[in-house]
């Protein structure tokens, strides 16, 4: 019959102890990392998604230039300017408010005939113009004008009035056969934003 406690030899003592460190020692390794040891060299590619990163995390200044695109974008969440008169933070808002007003005015025109001469393939060549001015409180900033017939007319000059409120167009015609027609078109902005 067995008499006494069961001692364990050192060995034994020695072999469980480094069995539990082994064990504990790993868990513990796991789940307690020293502050700011995990950087990029640990992290797997493609191991961080969306749902790891907490709201807001990412600003502006983490974003690399040039990477957004319109398909990241939810367009119709952005909010725009309504109104040129509404950009207070621009640095000339009356003048860019004046840009609210942009407006076309067309005047038709119409040249005679050219006159027969001697020379029936040099006839006295007709010219005739007109002026599209712009209403009241709006400069013309530019302007051009369409000729009704490319064959028999053309375009001898197009131009500001002086003052700017409207543009002239001088048209002229070979053709002995008869009038042709032209419009004369002017771009008027607001008086303000032309400076």
């Not at 990392?33 to 990412?58: C, D, E, F, W």
């Not at 040039?66 to 309504?82: F, K």
Request: hydrophobic share 45%.
């Amino acid at each position: 019959m067995f008499r006494g406690r069961l001692r364990p030899s050192p060995a034994m003592v020695v072999a469980f102890i480094a069995l539990f460190v082994a064990i504990g020692g790993s868990s513990y390794a796991v789940t307690r990392l020293p502050a700011k040891s995990v950087g990029a060299k640990q992290i797997r590619t493609g191991a961080v998604r969306t749902v790891h990163i907490a709201r807001n995390a990412v600003t502006g200044a983490k974003i690399k230039n040039g990477s957004i695109t319109r398909a990241d974008i939810n367009v119709s969440s952005l909010a725009g300017v309504p109104s040129a008169a509404s950009a207070t933070n621009a640095t000339h808002a009356a003048s860019a408010a004046g840009l609210d007003r942009v407006v076309q005015v067309r005047q038709a025109g119409s040249v005679g005939p050219a006159t027969p001469t001697a020379d029936p393939t040099a006839p006295t060549i007709a010219v005739g113009g007109a002026s599209a001015t712009c209403p009241p409180g709006l400069l013309a900033t530019g302007g051009g004008v369409g000729v009704d017939d490319n064959a028999n007319t053309s375009v001898v000059d197009s131009f500001p009035e002086p003052g700017g409120h409207a543009w002239t167009a001088r048209v002229d015609n070979s053709d002995v056969g008869g009038a042709h027609g032209f419009t004369v078109v002017a771009v008027c902005i607001g008086a303000a934003a032309a400076g």
